[in-house]
C-alpha cells in the first residue's frame, strides 16, 4: 500500500532545482598589475654610486666620481672599459681594473680647457672607442666632468659645439664657469698631428697633482688678481683684459676648495682647516657681491678672505713650526 501523493515529474524537478545550493558566483578577476617603468640611468647610478649619471652619446657616460664596487660593477655591465677622471683626487684605479676599467687620469681647473688638455681628452675618447665605453666624471659630475665629456663628444662623434654646450647645461654645468663654456664653444677638432702627439706618458693612470705649496702658489696668483680687480673699482684691470671679476673671485673660492682636499691638509690640525673654510667663504661671497654689483659688500668679503689669509699664515706659515 502506498502512502503519500504522487507529485508531478515537472513539479518535483522544479522543486529539486529549487532546494539545490546556488551556482557558485565565478572568483573575481586578480586585479592587473600595470607593469613598473624600469629605473632610470641616473637612478641607477645613484643606486650604484653614482651621482649624476647619464648617457651624452651610447657608449659615452658621465657623472661624479665612482665609490665603491657596486659603481664600477655598473659601469662594466654598461660596456663602460675606460674611466676618464678630470678630478684631482687620486681615481681608484685598483678597484676599476677588478671590473676590466682602465683609467686616464687628467686633472683640470674650473678656468678653462688649455688646448693641451682638450687634445688629451680627444686622444683618451679615440682610444677607448676602440675598447668599448667611456665613462667621463670629475668629484661632484656637474661641472668639469660635463665639459670634459663634451670635448670627447665632439672628438669621437664629430658632434657640434653648440649641441655641446647644450649636454653641460642639461648635465647642470654653472654658466658661472664662463671658461669652461667658452672653451667647449670654441672647440676645433685636434689634428692627427696633434692627436699623434700625445704620449702614453701623457695619459697616466694617476697624474702627479699639484701639492700643498703649489696649491697656495695659485691662491695667491687668483687673490693678487682680485686685488687688482679691487684697485680697479672691482672692475677688470686695464693690465689684465683677461681677468672677469666674478669668474676669478669663483675660481679662488674652488681652489680653496681643492686645497681643502688635499691628502696632506686633512692630517693638518682642524683649526687649519677651520680657517680655511672660512677663507673659501669669504671667496663665495665675494662673487655673490661682485655678481650683485654691491661694491660695500665686495670690499667687506675681501677683508674677510684677506684677515683669514694673514691670521693663517700667522699661525701656520711665518711662525715657527707649533702645531
Known amino acids: 500500500m502506498k502512502t503519500g501523493l504522487a507529485l508531478p515529474a515537472a513539479f518535483a524537478l522544479a522543486l529539486a532545482g529549487a532546494c539545490a545550493a546556488p551556482p557558485a558566483e565565478p572568483a573575481p578577476a586578480a586585479p592587473s598589475e600595470a607593469p613598473s617603468a624600469p629605473p632610470s640611468l641616473r637612478d641607477r647610478g645613484e643606486g650604484a654610486g653614482i651621482l649624476n649619471f647619464a648617457e651624452v652619446a651610447p657608449g659615452l657616460l658621465r657623472g661624479a ?32 681594473a677588478k671590473h676590466g676599467i682602465r683609467y686616464v687620469h687628467l686633472p683640470m ?67 658661472r664657469y664662463e671658461g669652461l663654456y667658452a672653451d667647449v664653444g670654441a672647440y676645433e677638432p685636434a689634428t692627427a698631428e696633434e692627436l699623434a702627439r700625445v704620449t702614453p706618458e701623457e695619459l697616466p ?36 683684459p683677461d681677468v672677469r671679476p666674478a669668474h676669478e673671485s669663483r675660481i679662488l673660492a674652488e681652489h680653496f676648495r681643492e686645497t681643502a682636499r688635499l691628502e696632506e691638509v686633512g692630517s693638518r690640525p ?54
Not at 687634445?119 to 675598447?131: E, F, N, P
Not at 661694491?295 to 701656520?316: F, I, P
Request: proline share 4%; glycine share 8%; hydrophobic share 40%.
Open 205 to 240: 693612470a694617476v697624474s702627479r697633482v699639484p701639492d700643498f705649496v703649489g696649491s697656495m702658489v695659485r691662491i695667491d696668483m687668483h687673490f693678487a688678481h682680485m686685488q687688482a680687480v679691487q684697485k680697479a673699482g672691482w672692475k677688470t684691470p686695464s693690465s689684465m
Open 270 to 323: 682642524e683649526d687649519f682647516r677651520r680657517r680655511l673654510d672660512q677663507a673659501e667663504k669669504a671667496a663665495w661671497s665675494l662673487e655673490e657681491a661682485l655678481r650683485a654689483g654691491d661694491g660695500d659688500a665686495a670690499k667687506k668679503a675681501m677683508e674677510a678672505v684677506d684677515s683669514s689669509c694673514n691670521s693663517c699664515h700667522a699661525v701656520y706659515r711665518n711662525a715657527r713650526k707649533a702645531w
Open 65 to 96: 666620481q665612482p665609490e665603491g664596487e657596486a659603481s664600477f660593477a655598473l659601469l662594466a655591465s654598461l660596456g663602460v672599459r675606460t674611466a676618464l677622471s678630470v678630478d684631482g683626487a687620486r681615481p681608484d684605479v685598483e678597484g676599476a
Open 109 to 175: 681647473e674650473y678656468s678653462s680647457i688649455p688646448r693641451e688638455e682638450q687634445v688629451r681628452i680627444a686622444r683618451t675618447a679615440k682610444d677607448a672607442q676602440s675598447a668599448g665605453g667611456l665613462f667621463v666624471h670629475c668629484h661632484h659630475g656637474k661641472h668639469r666632468g660635463p665639459a670634459a665629456a663634451a670635448i670627447a663628444w665632439m672628438a669621437r662623434d664629430g658632434a657640434a659645439p653648440e649641441a655641446a654646450v647644450a649636454e653641460m647645461k642639461r648635465a647642470g654645468t654653472d654658466p
